[in-house]
C-alpha cells in the first residue's frame, strides 16, 4: 500500500503514517491495535477468513475474541441456542466458542440446501456401557443417554459434546430402576437455577413378588402395546440438574482424569434433583415438557386423557378430548359407548400462546382424514378440587385434511421456549423471529411427504389470546378457492339486478313529472352519482418490539401446507423423521426389516423450500433482518450451489463403507439436532460407541487449548490459568478425600 493511497483521517493511522513516511507502507506496517479496532470493523466473515490465510500475523490477529465478537453482535441470521447461564454470556463467550456460533449459523442452512449435503467430520467415542437411546438437548451441548451396565442395571447418563479438553466426555450419571424410555431435555428454571430438566418413563411389574423375583419388563418394546407376562405399573419422572454443577465439570484447566479434576467433582453435591413422579397402571403414549408463563410444565397423554402438571405449583389438570366433529360422537341415549376411532398420534407445547397442539387420526384406517387442533393449557385457577376428575374439552381451532393415502409417519418439530436466559444468543435474539412450527407426515403408496408449517405471527401480547373463529378462516378459503377456479376457466360472473318492473315504474313517473325544474334534475343526477369510496381505515399504532409476541395459528397467510414426491428404492422399508426444529433428516430402514434395531438404508436432507410469508408491515424490523441474513449467507449459497423446488430432499452421503456395514446390520438409536447439525448413531455391533457426524465446518483446538490446523496459543487465557486460591483449595481437597480413603 503506497502513502499515497492511505488517507484515512483517524489519528492512530495518521501518526503511523508520519511515523513512516521515508519508505513505502504496506498492510503489515499498521500496528495490531490499528488492524483490530479500525480495520477489521469493516471485514465480513468471508473477508476475515481469507485474511486468515495470508500469513501467520494476520492468522493469530483474526482468532482474537474481540474481533468476532464484533461480527456476532450485528449478526442477523438464527443463532444456535447455547446453555442460558453466565458463563455463556456475550462477554463470556470464548474466541473460539463465537466464532463457532458465526460459522454454524452461516453455513448450517446452506449445506442443508445444497445439491450435495457433506458431513464435514465423523468420529466415534467410548461411554463404557451399552447405550439404549439418546436425546439432545437443543443447541447439541449435552447429550442424555439410557444406557444399561450388565444385567437389569439401567442407569441415566449426560454426556458433554463440546467439552474443550475432551470432545465428548460424560460428566453425571444416575441410576434407575428400571429401562428409561422416551427422553425430554430442555433448558428450564428449577428452584431459582438455571438447568437442564429431563423426563423419562419407565415400567416394572406391579406386584412386589413379580420384582423381587427379578423379572424385568425393560426389554420389551417402547413403541408397541405389549400384553406382558405380568401385571405392569409405569412412572413418569421429571428431574434437573443445575448448569453450575456441569459447569465444574467442563473447565479446561482441570482436564477430566486428573486428580485436580476428581477432587473438584467429589466436592460437589449430587447434580441430579427429582422434581416429579406421575403413577399409573396404564402406558404414558406421549411426553413433553416446555416452559409456561415462568414455570416448567410436564404433559403426558395416555390414549385420549392429557395429564397437565405445573412443576412449580405441583397442580395437576386431567382433560379428554372430545369426539372429533363429523367423524366421532359422543355417547348418549343412541350410542351409550359412543364412537371413538381417533387416537393422539403426537403433541407439542406452544408456549407462546399456553396451548398445545395436537395431532390425531384413526390408526386402523391409514387413509383416514388427519386433525390438527389447538387446546388451551389449564392454569392454576381452572384446576379442579378433585384431581381424579376428566374433564372433557373440545379445541380452540381445528383444521381437519384427507390425507388419501397409507400414513406411516408423524413427527412434530421443536417449538420455541419461554426462559430467562442470561446466555449471549438469548440477549441477541430477544425480540427476533423464533422458527416455525412444523407437522410432517410420511406416506407410501407412492412414497412422499407432506409438511404443515405454522409460521410464526408477531402480535402485540395484549392480542395473543384474540383469534378469528375457524369459520371466517374457511369462509376466506373458500372464497379464494371459488375465485382462482374461476380465473382459471376465464368466466367472470357480474351480479346484475334484475328490476324491470322497478324500471317501468321509473318511465311513469318521468312521464308525470316533464316539467321538474332544473334544480330537481340536478339534484336526481347528484342522487344518481356513485357514492365516494369511505376512507381506508388509519393504520394500528406502532407496538414496540419488546411488546409483542408471537402465536401460531392454523388458518390464515401463517400456515401453510407443503407436499414433496419422490421415488425410492424397492429395498426401502420404512421411512421416519427426525424433525428437529428447520432442518429435519429422513432415515430409511431396510424393507422386510421389523426389529427393534433395523438396518440403515439411506439417509436424506430434507429442506424447506418455500419462502416465509411476508411479516407484517407494522414491524419492518423482521423483514430488514430476513434480508440482512439472507445477504450475509449469500456468499455461502454460492460456493455450495443450492438446489431449487422440488428438490426439497437430498441424499446424505453415507459414512466409510466399514462404518455403513456396521449400520446395514442394525441401529440401536439415532439422534439428530439441526442447531448444531449434529447426528449421533449406535450401531447394533458396538452398543458402547457412539458415531458423531458434523455437517457443517465447526472450528476446534486440541487438547492444549492450541487451534487446528496451525497452532495459536489459546487467547483466552483466563480460561487457561489457574489462581493461587484455586491451587490451595484443591490441596484441601485432595487431602481431605485422601484421609478419608485411609
Given at each position: ?162 467439552h474443550r479438553v475432551k470432545t465428548a466426555y460424560p460428566v453425571a450419571k444416575m441410576p434407575t430402576a428400571s429401562k428409561p424410555y422416551k427422553l425430554e431435555a430442555k433448558y ?326 316533464d316539467e321538474d325544474t332544473a334544480e330537481d334534475a340536478m339534484a336526481v343526477d347528484a342522487a ?215
Open positions: 500500500m503506497q502513502f499515497a493511497m492511505f488517507s484515512a483521517p483517524h489519528y492512530l493511522i495518521r501518526r503511523t503514517v508520519l511515523r513512516y513516511t521515508r519508505r513505502k507502507l504496506t498492510l503489515l506496517s499498521l500496528p495490531n491495535d490499528t488492524l483490530v479496532d479500525l480495520i477489521f470493523i469493516h471485514l465480513c466473515v468471508r473477508d476475515i477468513l481469507r485474511l486468515r490465510g495470508v500469513c501467520r500475523r494476520l492468522y493469530e490477529l483474526t482468532h482474537q475474541s474481540m474481533v468476532w465478537k464484533r461480527i456476532l453482535r450485528t449478526f442477523h441470521l438464527p443463532l444456535p441456542p447455547l446453555p442460558p447461564t453466565t458463563r455463556y454470556s456475550f462477554y463470556g463467550l470464548s474466541s473460539l466458542e463465537t466464532e463457532r456460533l458465526v460459522v454454524r449459523a452461516l453455513s448450517a442452512e446452506a449445506n442443508w440446501r445444497s445439491t450435495v449435503p457433506k458431513a464435514y467430520k465423523f468420529w466415534k467415542f467410548c461411554v463404557y456401557t451399552d447405550i439404549m437411546s439418546m436425546k439432545m438437548v437443543p443447541g447439541g451441548k449435552y447429550l442424555v443417554a439410557s444406557v444399561r451396565d450388565g444385567v437389569n442395571r439401567y442407569a441415566l447418563m449426560l454426556l458433554m459434546m463440546e428450564m428454571r428449577y428452584d431459582g437455577e438455571m438447568g437442564i430438566m429431563l423426563s423419562y418413563a419407565r415400567r416394572e411389574p406391579k406386584r412386589a413378588a413379580d420384582r423381587e423375583a427379578g423379572i424385568d419388563v425393560s426389554d420389551y418394546s417402547d413403541e408397541h402395546q405389549i400384553d406382558f407376562p405380568v401385571p405392569v405399573r409405569y412412572e413418569l419422572n421429571v428431574i434437573h440438574c443445575p448448569l453450575s454443577a456441569l459447569h465444574v465439570a467442563e473447565d479446561p484447566r482441570f482436564p477430566p482424569g486428573s486428580k485436580e479434576y476428581t477432587a473438584r467433582i467429589d466436592a460437589q453435591r449430587p447434580p441430579f434433583k427429582n422434581v416429579s413422579v406421575i403413577r399409573s397402571t396404564t402406558a404414558f403414549d406421549l411426553v413433553d415438557i416446555a416452559n409456561v408463563d415462568g414455570a416448567p410444565h410436564v404433559v403426558a397423554v395416555q390414549g385420549r386423557l392429557i395429564i397437565f402438571k405445573n412443576l412449580v405449583s405441583r397442580s395437576v389438570h386431567r382433560i379428554r378430548v372430545g369426539a372429533l366433529f363429523g367423524y366421532e360422537e359422543e355417547a348418549s341415549e343412541v350410542l351409550p359407548n359412543g364412537i371413538f376411532t381417533y387416537n393422539i398420534r403426537a403433541i407439542r407445547i406452544i408456549a407462546p400462546q399456553r396451548e398445545l397442539l395436537v395431532v390425531r387420526n384413526d390408526p386402523k384406517d391409514k387413509k383416514s382424514p388427519l386433525a390438527l387442533e389447538l387446546y388451551r393449557i389449564p392454569d392454576d385457577s381452572t384446576v379442579s378440587s378433585q384431581p381424579a376428575n376428566v374433564q372433557v374439552v373440545w379445541p380452540r381451532s381445528v383444521h381437519t385434511i384427507a390425507t388419501g393415502s397409507n400414513l406411516t409417519h408423524i413427527s412434530i418439530s421443536s417449538a420455541p421456549s419461554l426462559i430467562d436466559g442470561e446466555d449471549a444468543t438469548a440477549a441477541l435474539t430477544a425480540h427476533a423471529e423464533p422458527p416455525p412450527v412444523s407437522v410432517y407426515l410420511v406416506m407410501q403408496d407412492p412414497w412422499h411427504t407432506v409438511q404443515f408449517r405454522l409460521w410464526p405471527e408477531r402480535v402485540p401480547k395484549a392480542e395473543v389470546g384474540v383469534f378469528r373463529p375457524d369459520t371466517e378462516w374457511q369462509a376466506e378459503m373458500q372464497a379464494a378457492l371459488v375465485a382462482a377456479a374461476a380465473a382459471e376457466e376465464g368466466e367472470v360472473e357480474e351480479a346484475i339486478a334484475d328490476d324491470d318492473d322497478d324500471d317501468d315504474d321509473d318511465d311513469a313517473q318521468d312521464d308525470a313529472n344518481a352519482a356513485p357514492a365516494a369510496p369511505p376512507p381506508p381505515p388509519p393504520p394500528p399504532p406502532r407496538v414496540p418490539l419488546e411488546d409483542t409476541t408471537f402465536r401460531f395459528q392454523l388458518y390464515g397467510p401463517f400456515f401453510k401446507i407443503i407436499s414433496y414426491k419422490y421415488s425410492a428404492n424397492p429395498a426401502l422399508g420404512a421411512l421416519r423423521i427426525l424433525p428437529g426444529t428447520t432442518r429435519p433428516l429422513l432415515v430409511g430402514t431396510q424393507a422386510g426389516d421389523r426389529r427393534a434395531t433395523p438396518a440403515l438404508h439411506d439417509l436424506w436432507a430434507y429442506a424447506d423450500l418455500i419462502p416465509p410469508p411476508a411479516p407484517h408491515a407494522r414491524w419492518p424490523e423482521d423483514g430488514g433482518r430476513r434480508a440482512a441474513g439472507e445477504a450475509e449467507r449469500g456468499w455461502v449459497d454460492a460456493a455450495l450451489r443450492m438446489r431449487e423446488s422440488p428438490a426439497a430432499v437430498a441424499q446424505l452421503p453415507l459414512p466409510p463403507r466399514a462404518v455403513r456395514e456396521k449400520f446395514s446390520r442394525g441401529l440401536v438409536a439415532l439422534e439428530w439436532d439441526d442447531w448444531c447439525m449434529a447426528m449421533c448413531a449406535v450401531c447394533i455391533d458396538e452398543p458402547k460407541e457412539i458415531y458423531m457426524f458434523q455437517y457443517v465446518p465447526t472450528p476446534t483446538e486440541k487438547e492444549d487449548g492450541h487451534r487446528v490446523p496451525i497452532p495459536v496459543p489459546d487467547v483466552d487465557e483466563r480460561f487457561r490459568d489457574v489462581t493461587e486460591d484455586e491451587v490451595e483449595q484443591l490441596r484441601g481437597t485432595l487431602s481431605v478425600s485422601q484421609a478419608s480413603t485411609k
